[in-house]
Every structure is written in C-alpha cells, then in structure tokens.
C-alpha cells in the first residue's frame, strides 16, 4: 500500500515538472503566429531559456525589439507585471519565398519568367531572402544566380529608371502649383531613389524618381 502512496507521489510530482516544462511554448508560439500572419502559415516556437531562469506568470505579456528577427534565434521579453526578462527561443516558420527559376547570370533583369515562389523553412534562409515577386520586379541581379537558389535583396539592384547624362522632366510642386522644366540627370537612379539634375541655368537639384522617369521636387 506504501509503495503505491510512493509510486502515485511521484507521479504527481513528475506530472507537475513537465507542466511547467515548456510553459511558454504554447503563447509564444500563439505570439509568434499573430506576427507572422501573411507570411507564414506554419509556426512553431521552444523556448530555450531554461525553465527555472522563467517568470512564474499565467498571463505574460511578450515585448519584440522593432528591428528584431521574426524567425530563428531570437531574443523576447517577457513582461510579468513589474518583472522583466528576456528569453531566448528558437521559432520555426514555413512560408513562400522567391527562387531563380533558372540559371541567372550577372545583370539579367528579373521577371516571371525567371524567378518563382517556393514553400520551405524560412528560419533556414539567408538573411534578407525575397519574399514577395514584387520584390523582384524591374531588379537586375548582382551575380551569377543558380537555379533553385533563394534570392536575397544583396543579390539585385533595382534597374536604373533615369540614367547619367540623360535629359530629364523635372516637376516642381507645392501647394496650389506646378512648374515643369528640363534638366541633366547626374547619377544613374531606380524609380524611388533620389537623382541629381542640373538644370538650364546651371543650378543643381535633388529630387525622387518617378515610375514614368521624371524627377518630383517637392517645395
């Protein structure tokens, strides 16, 4: 009869280590998901701080750096009232990113032809994998890409939209008006980037490409 009161002792206290065992997985992993909605249909997340070294809270509050990693090795804070640790966990996320469809060389302009969408762990990709086609549009590629790669936002430039020495629209606006005149484009621009114009006069102005190749000064 002892021995059961022992044997069900036990139990009862192995039953309650492994309940604290892992305690945040499950909101950090419901955290986690909230963030990642959009991106990634499949998220998982352990916690790797040991479990003694974790506030004991039924309902914590998770706090994310603004620049933080959304996936991978990843520090969180966790907020318990007053109390504040940081934790360290591992997320695992599956989602779509881009992938040369074939063989790129350096300086070939991506399309739909040549790069498509492709479902894997992105906590196993390089840093700054594309994960949108719309990252792609208009970029030239920096290097020799090979198919099947993920491609990263260091492997492409945007193309150029204006270039040096071309000849230029310049629009000028303010509120309630708008001046039109021709200029010199200085240095080679993407759309959204600023470009350098000298105008007739001689006088030299910045201002934001647009997707039609005119430069927009706002005054």
């Not at 009161?5 to 998901?33: E, S, V």
């Not at 008006?177 to 470009?195: H, I, R, T």
Request: charged share 15%; net charge positive.
């Amino acid at each position: 009869m002892n021995k059961v009161k022992i044997c069900a002792g036990t139990a009862a206290l192995l039953a309650a280590f492994y309940a604290g065992a892992g305690q945040l997985d499950a909101p950090l992993t419901q955290f986690f998901q909230q963030r990642l909605a959009g991106i990634s249909d499949d998220v998982a997340v352990t916690v790797k701080t040991p479990d003694a070294q974790l506030p004991d809270c039924p309902q914590p509050e998770f706090v994310m750096p603004g620049n933080g990693r959304l996936w991978g090795s990843v520090s969180v804070m966790v907020r318990c009232g007053s109390d504040k640790r940081f934790v360290q966990v591992a997320v695992a996320a599956s989602g779509n990113y881009v992938v040369a469809a074939q063989a790129l060389t350096r300086g070939t302009l991506l399309s739909e032809s040549n790069v498509r969408m492709k479902y894997g762990r992105l906590d196993r990709l390089p840093p700054r994998t594309m994960l949108d086609l719309k990252q792609a549009a208009n970029a030239a590629t920096l290097r020799d890409i090979a198919p099947d790669q993920p491609i990263m936002l260091s492997m492409v430039r945007q193309s150029w939209r204006v270039k040096a020495g071309q000849h230029v629209q310049v629009v000028a606006s303010g509120e309630g008006f708008s001046v039109n005149s021709q200029g010199q484009v200085l240095n080679n621009a993407a759309v959204a980037q600023n470009a350098r114009v000298r105008m007739a006069s001689g006088q030299i102005v910045s201002g934001t490409v647009d997707p039609d190749g005119n430069i927009l000064i706002n005054l």
